[in-house]
């Protein structure tokens, strides 16, 4: 396998006073200016979306917002992000966090759905949906009500050799609870994730 390094990432931030300020990550320096600009067109666009969701989501003031970002996996032509924002409003009971991400096939030069890392016409969902609802047992989850089945383009993002599936707060469970998160093996998934996708590079042991 041919070694590729990671992607450089600089952090950027946006502010609007001591108690909102959303960091968020910039690409830099790659061999395709044009894969690099998509890129942050599509971290600026993420980032940007949050910010509305929180805002848009109550008409009182917001008191506190803070961006966050991880970089979830950077290796084999694979960059995986999770953005984070937590916003306060002012009165409100509690404050509400939204979790997203994006994971890019640098190799493909692309942003990657969910349906995309699997073989056409593998049934990806149900296969998944499985997965889940036996760790939701293992686990004794609290659910606000059965579990039953995935989105076609359910939230997720890739580490190392896992894909994890997550659920925004109160979409399955409780608000106490937090974020739903689903670690699943690749080897778990092996005989339905594309080959030469992202999956199929991670999966590989060399």
């Known amino acids: 396998m041919t070694v590729t390094l990671p992607v450089r990432i600089k952090t950027w931030r946006v502010s609007n006073g001591p108690n909102q300020q959303v960091l968020y990550p910039m690409i830099s320096r790659m061999n395709n200016p044009v894969l690099e600009r998509m890129i942050n067109r599509a971290i600026v666009d993420q980032t940007q979306q949050l910010i509305n969701q929180q805002i848009g989501n109550s008409p009182s003031t917001v008191v506190e917002m803070l961006g966050t970002y991880e970089i979830k996996n950077n290796q084999r032509d694979v960059l995986s992000l999770a953005f984070t924002n937590y916003t306060y409003h002012h009165k409100a009971a509690h404050g509400m966090t939204y979790i997203k991400s994006l994971t890019f096939d640098l190799k493909q030069g692309k942003l990657m759905s969910l349906k995309d890392l699997f073989k056409p016409d593998s049934d990806y969902i149900n296969r998944i949906s499985a997965l889940i609802q036996t760790q939701i047992k293992e686990r004794d989850i609290p659910l606000l009500e059965d579990f039953t089945t995935i989105q076609p383009d359910q939230d997720f993002y890739v580490a190392d050799k896992t894909l994890v599936i997550y659920f925004q707060l109160y979409d399955i469970t409780p608000y106490v609870y937090g974020f739903p998160m ?10 339905i994730i594309a080959e030469n996708g992202p999956l199929g590079r991670l999966a590989q042991n060399n």
């Open 182 to 191: 689903f670690p699943l093996s690749l080897y778990d998934l092996q005989d």
